[in-house]
């Protein structure tokens, strides 16, 4: 069996990464956004297609990315890399039990991180969350391939199990095509895996862009503050300074911004700070110290937990799982 190398895809996604604004804020109103939307505009964004392409050459198996509102199908992934057994039974019965077994309508509560099943005929299937803010809003799918080679024994409960369903099909061309099926060690697959976990860190930056194309215009006073964050971020920035330099009262200013974004105008700028710290760990060869203070951060501390809080692990672990190796904090 051929053992096909990571280093393919990191380099190529060195080489894709997402250009992103300085501050991607998600405000309420996002909320409304139809996720169907998000799987299709990822679908269409060069960097997927680009991807996609590169991973199916080199790995042999087929990737496809889904809306989370639509149920999760070994069989719904289709094309040039399709498993030939997986395929002759979606054209038997298309809603095959086995198919079944593994579908569910993922929600972000039940399906927030990477899930890997084994189907009624021993194929491994797996979905990567593509996220924004730990929200999620579209899967990787890929998949149908066994870890180790099938045996006639395994085959003839497979038949045995389809006879039960009432599933009419031809067995010899089933049996050629399922001994066809692609084999992967257990180890290869999780590589893979980890490199699609990896690639949806990636969409998760281009599904904020989309986020906020579709989010309503701010008001006057929203777009100058945030075009004051923008420029001042590196700063110490207080909630009166900002007032005074709109011509308005603290309060107003408050409840002003916190109707428009949902979010106070102290997580917002946190926010911000946190996307240009994440920017940095992405691109740049800085302590996480030293990153701490660029973005705006007066405390390590601080800096630490916010950062934990809005991306769910530390600055260190962020750059770690994303295959990056920065100095020392």
């Given at each position: 069996m051929r053992k096909y190398s990571a280093d393919i895809f990191l380099r190529y996604l060195g080489a894709q990464s997402v250009q992103?604004?300085?501050?991607?804020?998600?405000?309420?109103?996002?909320?409304a956004v139809r996720k169907d939307d998000f799987a299709q505009q990822l679908g269409r964004s060069r960097i997927y297609q680009d991807y996609k392409r590169a991973f199916e050459k080199t790995t042999k198996l087929p990737l496809e990315l889904s809306s989370i509102d639509v149920p999760l199908s070994v069989y719904r992934v289709q094309g040039k890399y399709t498993n030939p057994f997986c395929?002759?039974?979606?054209?038997?019965?298309?809603?095959?039990?086995?198919?079944?077994?593994?579908?569910?309508?993922?929600?972000?509560?039940?399906?927030?991180?990477?899930q890997t099943?084994?189907?009624?005929?021993?194929?491994?299937?797996?979905?990567?969350?593509?996220?924004?803010?730990?929200?999620?809003?579209?899967?990787l799918q890929t998949g149908q391939v066994l870890l180790r080679t099938p045996s006639m024994l395994q085959f003839k409960k497979v038949v045995t199990q389809l006879i039960e369903w009432g599933i009419k099909i031809d067995l010899a061309r089933l049996e050629n095509a399922y001994f066809h099926s692609r084999v992967?060690?257990?180890?290869?697959?999780?590589?893979?895996?980890?490199?699609?976990?990896?690639?949806?860190?990636?969409?998760?930056?281009?599904a904020q862009e989309i986020m906020l194309r579709q989010v309503n215009g701010d008001s006057p006073i929203?777009?100058?503050?945030?075009?004051?964050?923008?420029?001042?971020?590196?700063?110490?920035?207080?909630?009166?300074?900002i007032a005074r330099s709109l011509n308005i009262s603290t309060f107003h200013f408050c409840r002003t911004f916190k109707r428009s974004t949902g979010l106070t105008f102290v997580e917002y700028m946190s926010r911000v700070r946190i996307e240009k710290a994440k920017s940095l760990l992405r691109r740049s060869d800085l302590r996480v110290s030293e990153i701490a203070y660029e973005v705006g951060f007066q405390s390590i501390t601080h800096f630490n937990r916010v950062f934990r809080k809005l991306v769910g692990h530390s600055p260190t672990e962020f750059r770690s799982r994303l295959g990056i190796s920065g100095r020392e904090p």
């Amino acid at each position: 069996m051929r053992k096909y190398s990571a280093d393919i895809f990191l380099r190529y996604l060195g080489a894709q990464s997402v250009q992103t604004p300085e501050a991607v804020i998600l405000p309420a109103e996002v909320k409304a956004v139809r996720k169907d939307d998000f799987a299709q505009q990822l679908g269409r964004s060069r960097i997927y297609q680009d991807y996609k392409r590169a991973f199916e050459k080199t790995t042999k198996l087929p990737l496809e990315l889904s809306s989370i509102d639509v149920p999760l199908s070994v069989y719904r992934v289709q094309g040039k890399y399709t498993n030939p057994f997986c395929a002759m039974l979606a054209r038997a019965n298309k809603h095959c039990g086995g198919c079944l077994e593994l579908q569910r309508t993922p929600t972000d509560a039940n399906i927030s991180v990477t899930q890997t099943v084994r189907c009624f005929a021993g194929l491994t299937n797996t979905w990567v969350p593509v996220k924004v803010e730990e929200r999620v809003v579209a899967f990787l799918q890929t998949g149908q391939v066994l870890l180790r080679t099938p045996s006639m024994l395994q085959f003839k409960k497979v038949v045995t199990q389809l006879i039960e369903w009432g599933i009419k099909i031809d067995l010899a061309r089933l049996e050629n095509a399922y001994f066809h099926s692609r084999v992967v060690s257990p180890s290869l697959y999780r590589a893979i895996v980890q490199l699609l976990e990896i690639f949806a860190e990636h969409l998760g930056l281009l599904a904020q862009e989309i986020m906020l194309r579709q989010v309503n215009g701010d008001s006057p006073i929203v777009r100058r503050a945030k075009d004051y964050v923008a420029h001042h971020q590196s700063d110490p920035i207080k909630l009166a300074q900002i007032a005074r330099s709109l011509n308005i009262s603290t309060f107003h200013f408050c409840r002003t911004f916190k109707r428009s974004t949902g979010l106070t105008f102290v997580e917002y700028m946190s926010r911000v700070r946190i996307e240009k710290a994440k920017s940095l760990l992405r691109r740049s060869d800085l302590r996480v110290s030293e990153i701490a203070y660029e973005v705006g951060f007066q405390s390590i501390t601080h800096f630490n937990r916010v950062f934990r809080k809005l991306v769910g692990h530390s600055p260190t672990e962020f750059r770690s799982r994303l295959g990056i190796s920065g100095r020392e904090p």
